[in-house]
């Protein structure tokens, strides 16, 4: 799995459970609970439609149900594959939106189904040639190609107009409107954002024919606790030799 990330993090990462308001990322998934269903149910969307729109109020955890549950287990899935000599999905995740984000996705995509095929070498795009075209050739390797479009309300803001023929506003609908692509996307969003998606409308039939709504934690959800997950690995440094003094 290949992420292009707008704001990458930096230093040292601690160790802990709760992250405050920082999304959990995919090294986070031993802390990541409560949302298991969730993570199961966008899983199978993402992997059955050509178009899902997972949404939610800021701050209610999306990203972290992406990252931490969606693409991890995602991403796991492709090493085992890779393993078996299997190539039935590569997944890419993008959230990198600041720039002319159609090259940097190309780039990412390719990346994501050359890791997907053990690092099997493949066409590049040109702008000469349809975008649909290139990546066709790439399900030829891979048998679906999943897009997990992170922080989609960013789009909106850093391109609120575009017109090229090679933008992504134009490449978009493309893509998700040839019924021989095997390529799946998800739009992850602000809430408060979704009316911007009418900027789609008409270019993309049926656009909010498959949709999710991420709610806020709820009780039960709550308390599936982390704090086993830190007893844990704190359990498996303890039994290396020379780790208990490091624990004292």
């Known amino acids: 799995m290949t992420e292009a990330l707008a704001t990458p993090r930096t230093g040292a990462r601690v160790a802990t459970p709760y992250m405050g308001l920082v999304p959990y990322g995919e090294e986070d998934a031993d802390f990541f609970f409560g949302r298991s269903e969730e993570k199961q149910v966008v899983i199978g969307n993402l992997r059955g439609a050509r178009l899902t729109i997972l949404y939610g109020p800021s701050g209610v955890g999306k990203t972290s149900l992406l990252q931490a549950g969606v693409l991890h287990d995602l991403r796991d899935q492709v090493r085992t594959n890779v393993a078996a000599g299997r190539a039935p999905f590569a997944i890419c995740a993008f959230r990198a939106w600041r720039e002319d984000p159609l090259p940097a996705l190309v780039e990412a995509v390719h990346a994501a189904t050359a890791e997907a095929c053990g ?15 290139t990546l066709r050739a790439w399900t030829q390797q891979v048998r679906t190609l999943l897009i997990v479009l992170d922080e989609f309300q960013d789009y909106f803001l850093y391109h609120p107009d575009e017109h090229a023929e090679r933008a992504f506003a134009k490449e978009f609908p493309r893509l998700v409107n ?36 991420v709610e806020h934690l709820d009780r039960r959800g709550g308390h599936d606790q982390p704090v086993h997950a830190v ?16 624990l004292d």
């Open 119 to 133: 690092g099997e070498q493949l066409p590049t795009w040109s702008t000469a040639t349809p975008l649909v075209d």
């Open 178 to 213: 040839d019924p021989n692509l095997r390529v799946h996307f998800l739009l992850s969003l602000r809430e408060d954002s979704l009316a911007r998606l009418d900027r789609f409308t008409g270019r993309i039939p049926r656009l909010f024919a498959n949709h999710l709504r």
């Open 231 to 246: 007893r844990r690995r704190v359990s498996r440094r303890s039994s290396l030799p020379g780790a208990g003094r490091a």
